[in-house]
């Protein structure tokens, strides 16, 4: 053999080797990417048996758990521990397999060592919100609940485990001190209620008020006590309307219309604004910047232009109102009723109050005819006034 042969064997031995590694490691790279995927799609193609397979053991042994049963999860489970020992998504999912298969002593190790992992996997804050409630450790299981939710605030069990949490007056006290800390679930909580029944409606009610002024605006308020109101609770209602949306001491809510907003359905307690075309309502302000209403009726009748529900005890009440900028004869165009329903039999004027000369009051009686009376404010026709200041309290 000459020289250069001889030098060329190791060059082609080298090339061979580099050409084997540069083959193992696309194979490698190709096993990676397939496993990869199919942590995002457990249905694509990916190979168990190799020393990194975690996803691929993962997504069998989800399948498996499905398909067959959970025993049969078992050994893919554990296959995918083996090379990801340190996630706690991956031995939660041993954890469930081992749980449904009913070894609650190998389930309850698994679920120790993923608690220890962190606090992301939601089947290890289910297990041990689970283990709380059966220990009566409410507060505990409060704070798994919060956990799963700031993780997935649409969770598929979220209002069956608020309703298991919240049965007792401990549990909801729990829920109102994680929910004063405005988590992700917060507006969820108040707003994804259309398919509950009373007694959970009843219970959100009491954890929203024992939460407080704060952790909701009105508008996240406001569906909450529509639903409400939809289901005629109507004293809890207006207890979560208050509480969010209350801007004084009167019972009339907004009696001075800083809040009204004329482009848009009003919700709850709100003012209902007339939609008919003969009656034309608009916030304006006067020379000083105070925010009021100019009503304008020009139909031939007496109209209701704006009303508000209001939920009151039996007795007497007093309402004031103002008219400012607006002459003493054309504010006798404004009459008042306090009724079940739109009346204008019961309608009536105001008297001066002897205080302020665009100051009108008016004496209303209130009896048990009706869980909710409706303040409803009429105009009378082709007449232009300005409101402000409407005031309801108990005599």
Sequence with gaps: MDDSAASAWPRRLWQSMAAIALIGYAIAALLSGTDR????????????????????????????????????????????????????????????????????????????????????????????????MQ????????????????QDPQEENRDRFLAVVSATPEGRAALAERLKAQPTWTDAYVNDVK???????????????????????????????QRLIDANMLQQAQAVWHGNCGTSNSLVYDGGFDQLDTTRATPGFDWQLSGRGDVDVRPTSDSSGNRRLDIEVSAAQTLPVLSQLIVLTPGSYRLTWRTPDTDPRAAQALSVTLACSWDFAGA??????????????????????????????????????????????PM
């Design 195 to 225: 398919d509950l029944p009373a007694d959970q409606l009843a219970q959100r009610v009491d954890v929203v008020l024992r939460a407080g002024r704060g952790v909701w605006n009105c508008p996240s308020a406001a569906n909450f006590t």
């Design 37 to 132: 995927q199919s942590r995002e799609f457990p249905s694509s193609p990916s190979v168990v048996g190799w020393p990194y397979d975690t996803g691929a053991a993962r997504s069998r042994a989800i399948a498996a758990f499905v398909q067959v049963g959970p025993k049969s999860a078992l050994a893919f489970a554990s296959r995918a521990i083996l090379s990801d020992p340190i996630s706690a998504q991956t031995v939660s999912v041993l954890g469930r397999a081992q749980l449904y298969a009913r070894l609650p002593l190998d389930a309850r190790k698994t679920f120790e060592v993923t608690g220890q992992l962190g606090w992301r996997d939601s089947m290890t804050q289910i297990y041990w919100l689970d283990q709380a």
């Design 348 to 393: 009536e004027q105001g008297k001066r109050d002897g205080v302020a000369k665009d100051r009108y009051v008016q004496v209303l009686t209130v009896d048990n005819a009706c869980p909710a009376h409706r303040l409803t404010i009429w105009v009378a026709p082709r007449s232009q006034i300005h409101l402000d200041d409407v005031v309801l309290q």
């Design 135 to 150: 220990a009566g450790d409410i507060k505990v299981a409060a704070e798994r609940l919060d956990a799963v939710l700031r």
